[in-house]
């Protein structure tokens, strides 16, 4: 209690807005808050899976034969956006975006795998100087609030999916199905799903898998070279290595699950209502692809998740964002085509310098503007922003910049 009242002056000391959350709640300035109510149980889980989130693993913890990054807050620090990021390639034909039907000397795949260990000698590296390849980054987007992403009834999506199907304004959101590549999880109440399930993407920046422990899993092998009961085996390496100086699979179940349960646990950052600036917002119609808020499923295991309104300003769903934000990247990301991105989750924005997939953008609105291009589902939209009053404009960026 002898926190609360500091922390309600230093609201209406920085914020002067009206807070839209319970008055003194969360500090504005930490990216990496849990929720709000948790039990004792559940702050120890928060408290454990962030050191594990955090924590740099070694050679002798199994990284690698190949790897990007040892720790996931090396490309989430604190939960938020980057620094470190993933480099992807394509081959593409003389458009420079549309892949090409050959893509046979890519066999170790379309992912940059840039350092080795464990005996390893021959990294995966984009190819340098090639004219028909197309190199495209993703830094590591925030990971706050994906609880809520993940609460989200795979209903909900289908719905929306319908609803934007009889649009006029060009978009029209699709669900991105995709098969479930890992074992199952049997300690988990999150993930019911065996090898092979056809499933609702959701996390990724193409929406290619659907739950948090499985994302984990994939980062563990595909960005750390750790192996887990999930993913017990080593990503295709061309010096031929199948272990790394851990013998056998790497870490534990619990030890994922830590980490995705540290995710779930994250709380959206706390927002200061700005009317106008969110009356502009859906002027402009950004709101038919950022769906401000979506109703939770009453059955999600978390229970201060299951239920409730979830301000998350995404609807999961496939867009193309037409030829100026394509990665040329086919077959990559379950139906995801080399244009489609699925709606950023504008979660946390105000810790983030930069913006979309491989923050190229250094303000929001240069991101708007990045929005549109040929082909892009976002013209209409982009096109009512530009016929929005300087000021309506200016509210419109003030309100996004601070979510
Ligand atoms: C080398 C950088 C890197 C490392 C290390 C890394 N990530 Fe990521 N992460 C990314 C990138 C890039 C994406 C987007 C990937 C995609 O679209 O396929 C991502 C996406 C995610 C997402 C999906 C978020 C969303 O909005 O859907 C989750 C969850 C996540 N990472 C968790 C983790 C966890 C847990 C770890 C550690 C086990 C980890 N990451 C390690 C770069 C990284
Ligand atoms: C057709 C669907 C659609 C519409 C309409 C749309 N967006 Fe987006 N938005 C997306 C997608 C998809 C992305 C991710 C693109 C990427 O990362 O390359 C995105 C990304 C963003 C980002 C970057 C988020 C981040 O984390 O980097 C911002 C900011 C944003 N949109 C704001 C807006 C605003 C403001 C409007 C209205 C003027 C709008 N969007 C309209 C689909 C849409």
């Not at 080399?338 to 303000?363: C, E, M, N, Q, V």
């Amino acid at each position: 209690m002898s926190r609360s009242a500091p922390l309600l002056l230093l609201a209406v000391a920085c914020g002067g807005g009206v807070d839209v959350a319970d008055a003194g709640y969360l500090p504005l300035d930490i990216p990496d808050q849990p929720l709000r109510g948790l039990d004792a149980a559940q702050k120890a889980t928060f408290q454990k899976g962030d050191e594990l989130f955090d924590l740099t693993l070694r050679d002798g913890d199994g990284l690698g034969p190949l790897y990007t990054a040892a720790a996931c807050g090396a490309c989430h620090d604190q939960a938020a956006r980057g620094p470190g990021l993933v480099q992807k390639f394509s081959a593409v034909m003389a458009d420079g975006v549309t892949p090409s039907p050959d893509q046979s000397r890519f066999g170790y795949g379309h992912t940059e795998h840039p350092l080795t260990t464990a005996g390893a000698t021959t990294p995966i590296l984009a190819p340098m100087n090639a004219p028909d390849v197309l190199v495209s980054r993703r830094v590591g987007p925030p990971v706050m609030g994906r609880g809520y992403l993940e609460a989200i009834s795979d209903q909900t999506l289908i719905e929306l999916a319908q609803q934007q199907a009889t649009r006029d304004d060009g978009i029209h959101g699709r669900v991105n199905h995709v098969i479930y590549h890992s074992e199952p999880n049997p300690m988990s109440p999150y993930n019911p799903h065996q090898k092979g399930d056809s499933v609702v993407g959701r996390f990724g920046l193409k929406a290619r898998i659907a739950t948090l422990d499985e994302f984990t899993a994939d980062a563990l092998q595909g960005d750390m070279g750790i192996t887990s009961p999930l993913r017990p085996t080593e990503i295709l390496n061309p010096d031929g290595l199948t272990d790394d100086l851990k013998p056998g699979v790497d870490l534990t179940l619990a030890s994922v699950n830590a980490r995705a349960d540290y995710m779930r646990l994250l709380a959206i950052p706390r927002r200061v209502a700005h009317p106008t600036g969110e009356a502009a917002f859906e002027k402009a119609r950004c709101n038919g692809c950022h769906v401000s808020n979506l109703k939770t499923r009453a059955d999600y295991p978390l229970p201060q998740l299951a239920n409730v309104d979830a301000p998350v300003f995404t609807d999961q769903l496939l867009h193309d964002l037409g030829v100026g934000l394509a990665d040329g990247l086919a077959h990559e990301d379950g139906e995801a085509g080399p244009r489609d991105w699925r709606t950023a989750p504008l979660i946390g924005l105000r810790f983030s310098k930069h913006y979309l997939h491989d923050s190229r953008a250094d303000t929001v609105a240069e991101a708007i503007e990045a929005h549109q291009s040929e082909g892009s589902e976002a013209n209409d939209s982009i096109a009512r922003y530009r016929a929005l009053s300087t000021a309506e404009q200016q509210a419109l960026l003030e309100f996004v910049e601070a979510l």
